[in-house]
């Protein structure tokens, strides 16, 4: 179970948009390159102004946008003709960095466990791996949880909502990073067992 499984109807109350950027001449790598970029900006910032609490609200505003230029650019590529090869890179690619750039900042919060959270960057990228690597083996990419994208954009934009706001975080980051390298390693193996017994594409 993942909350992966809402992006069907996420994707319904985009399809108006993602026509009206199609015909504004908007590409799909065009807005997964621009959602990657200001990932990264926004993780710098918060690297830098980690101490101004403020700022982590844009956290969950940014990961609720981000998520509907996931969805549109997957959209403009399959339903407007623009599929490319450098578009699968870049999806995946981008995906990675962005979310690395983004929980990065967390390490520098007070309470928080570096270390731990490395692991948790290090787990997600693997995660991602392993479900892309379906492809590799002529089957669909896996998307299998407990603990995909999605739900590790839910966690983080829960904590940037709550250290914006100026609750106290510090006495559980260490316990949900660890719950989270947990979580990230079972939907790892999920991944790659389903995978494996998974039929090859047609």
Not at 126 to 150: F, I, N, Q, T, W
Request: charged fraction near 15%; include cysteine.
């Amino acid at each position: 179970m993942s909350i992966y499984g809402l992006k069907p109807r996420f994707q319904a109350l985009l399809r108006p948009l993602a026509g009206a950027l199609y015909r504004a001449g908007v590409t799909a790598n065009q807005v997964t390159l621009f959602a990657c970029i200001v990932s990264v900006a926004l993780g710098a910032l918060l690297c830098v102004e980690h101490e101004r609490a403020a700022l982590f609200l844009l956290v969950p505003l940014w990961f609720f946008v981000r998520m509907a230029f996931n969805a549109i650019d997957g959209m403009l590529a399959r339903e407007f003709g623009q599929a490319s090869a450098l578009g699968a890179y870049l999806n995946e690619l981008t995906d990675v960095i962005s979310d690395a750039a983004l929980y990065l900042p967390f390490a520098l919060l007070p309470g928080s466990n570096p270390a731990l959270l490395g692991a948790v960057i290090v787990l997600s990228i693997l995660s991602e791996y392993a479900g892309v690597l379906g492809h590799a083996v002529g089957k669909e990419r896996r998307y299998d949880g407990p603990m995909g994208k999605s739900d590790r954009a839910f966690i983080f934009g829960l904590l940037g909502l709550l250290v914006g706001l100026g609750i106290a975080v510090a006495p559980v980051l260490t316990w949900v990073w660890a719950a989270l390298t947990v979580l990230i390693a079972v939907t790892t193996v999920n991944r790659v067992r389903r995978g494996l017994s998974a039929p090859q594409k047609s």
